[in-house]
C-alpha cells in the first residue's frame, strides 16, 4: 500500500498569507483586490462566476453575531463552487477545550481557509499563527478589514466626477470603533484625506493616529483628527458607525450622551458636507441614533450597495489568498483518480 504524506490536502505553507488587517498589504496588493472584486462582481451579474474555490472549504469562526459577514462568507464560498461551515463557540471547543494552536492546526488539515470574527484581537492572530491556510480577521475589537475592501470598492462605484479613490476626503463621524481604525488605515494608504470627528474622550488611540500618519508620509493623505462636526464640510464621503459595541455595555449612557445629538448624521449634516457627499455605514445601524433613517434613505445614501460589496469583497479574498496554491484540477487528474478508485472497488 502506498501512503501519500502525512496530509493528504494542500497545505499552504509556502507563500501564505493572512488577511489580519489591510496594513499587512501594500496599496498595489489592495488594489489588485480591488480589480479582482470588480471581474467577480461582473461576473456575478452575468451569472457567470468561475468556480475558483472548487471543491474547497472555508471555515468560519463567529464569537459574535453577525448577518452580512456570515452571508457574505457562506454565499462567496458557494458562488465559487466551495462550501462554508459555520461553527459558533457554543460547538467548538476554541479556547475552552482547545488551545488556540491546536485549533488553527487541526482546522488547517481539513479546510483551505480559516474566518474569524473574534472578540479579541489576539486570538484571531493567534490562529493565524499557527495555522497553515489562510486566516482572515472577520472583525476582531480592533479591526474590521473585510469591511473596508467592500468600503473601498463602493467608494469607487459612486467616485465624483472626475476625482480617483486617493482624491477622495472621507469624514467618519463617531466613536474610535473597529471600522474607523480601519478606514483610517486604508483611506490614509491610498492617499486620502481622513477626517476623523469624535468627541475628545472617544477619540482614536495614539497608536492608531502614528499608523495613519506613516501612511500619509508615504502616500501624500492627509489625517484630521477633530471634536468639530463642522469639519464635515467638503467632505465626499460620511461615515458613520455605531456609538457603542459588544462588551461596552457598561459605557452605554455615558456614550449616547455624548455623542447625542452633536455627531448624529442627520440631513442637516449632510448639507453641511455638502451637495454630492455620499453616506455610508457598514450597517447594522440603529437609526435615529448614529444616524436617521431619512439619511439612510436617501439618495446620497449608499449603504445597500456597500452591504452588497461584503459579497464581493469575500469572493475576491477567498480567491486571492487560494488561487495560487489550489489550482483546480484537470479533468484528467480526476479522471484518472476516479478510474483507479473504481478498478479498486469493482475488484472488491
Ligand atoms: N458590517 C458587518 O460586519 O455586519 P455583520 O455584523 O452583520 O456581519
Known amino acids: 500500500m502506498k501512503l501519500p504524506s502525512s496530509s493528504a490536502t494542500n497545505l499552504h505553507k ?38 475558483l474555490f472548487k471543491g474547497q472549504s472555508v471555515a468560519m469562526i463567529f464569537e459574535q453575531p453577525s448577518t452580512r459577514t456570515r452571508v457574505s462568507f ?7 463552487g466551495g462550501h462554508a461551515l459555520f461553527l459558533s463557540p457554543k460547538d467548538i471547543h476554541l479556547g475552552a477545550k482547545e488551545s488556540l494552536e491546536d485549533t488553527g492546526r487541526v482546522l488547517s488539515r481539513m479546510v483551505d481557509v480559516i474566518m474569524a470574527r473574534v472578540d479579541e484581537h489576539s486570538t484571531v492572530a ?3 499563527e499557527h495555522a497553515s491556510v489562510p486566516v482572515i480577521n472577520g472583525l476582531c475589537d480592533w479591526l474590521h478589514p473585510t469591511q473596508i475592501m467592500a ?10 466626477q472626475g476625482k480617483s479613490l486617493g482624491d477622495l476626503t472621507v469624514a467618519f463621524v463617531g466613536d474610535a470603533t473597529n471600522v474607523a481604525s480601519s478606514l483610517m488605515f486604508a483611506c490614509t494608504k491610498f492617499g486620502m484625506t481622513f477626517k476623523h470627528i469624535c468627541p475628545e474622550r472617544f477619540k482614536a488611540p495614539q497608536k492608531w493616529i502614528d499608523i495613519a500618519l506613516e501612511n500619509c508620509e508615504s502616500s501624500g493623505g492627509k489625517l484630521v483628527i477633530t471634536d468639530n462636526t463642522d469639519q464635515v464640510a467638503g467632505c465626499d464621503v460620511i461615515v458613520a458607525d455605531s456609538f457603542y459595541w459588544f462588551g461596552q455595555e457598561d459605557e452605554k449612557d455615558i456614550r449616547l450622551s455624548t455623542f447625542i445629538p452633536e455627531y448624529v448624521v442627520t440631513e442637516d449634516l449632510m448639507e453641511k458636507a455638502g451637495p454630492d457627499a455620499m453616506f455610508m455605514h457598514c450597517l447594522p445601524a440603529n437609526d435615529q441614533r448614529e444616524c436617521t433613517r431619512e439619511v439612510m434613505e436617501s439618495s446620497r445614501s449608499i449603504i445597500f450597495d456597500e452591504a452588497e460589496n461584503r459579497l464581493t469583497a469575500q469572493m475576491a479574498l477567498l480567491v486571492y489568498l487560494t488561487y495560487h496554491h489550489n489550482k483546480v484540477p484537470s479533468d484528467e487528474t480526476v479522471m484518472a483518480h476516479k478510474t483507479k478508485i473504481e478498478g479498486f472497488l469493482n475488484n472488491l
Do not use: C, V, Y
Not at 14 to 38: P, Y
Open 14 to 51: 509556502e507563500g501564505l498569507r493572512h488577511f489580519l488587517k489591510t496594513q499587512d498589504f501594500t496599496k498595489k496588493d489592495l488594489t489588485d483586490i480591488l480589480e479582482l472584486m470588480a471581474m467577480l462582481k461582473q461576473a456575478r451579474s452575468d451569472n457567470a462566476i468561475p468556480q
Open 74 to 80: 457562506e454565499t462567496a464560498a458557494t458562488l465559487l
Open 126 to 128: 493567534g490562529l493565524a
Open 151 to 160: 468600503d473601498l470598492f463602493s467608494m469607487m462605484e459612486h467616485l465624483p
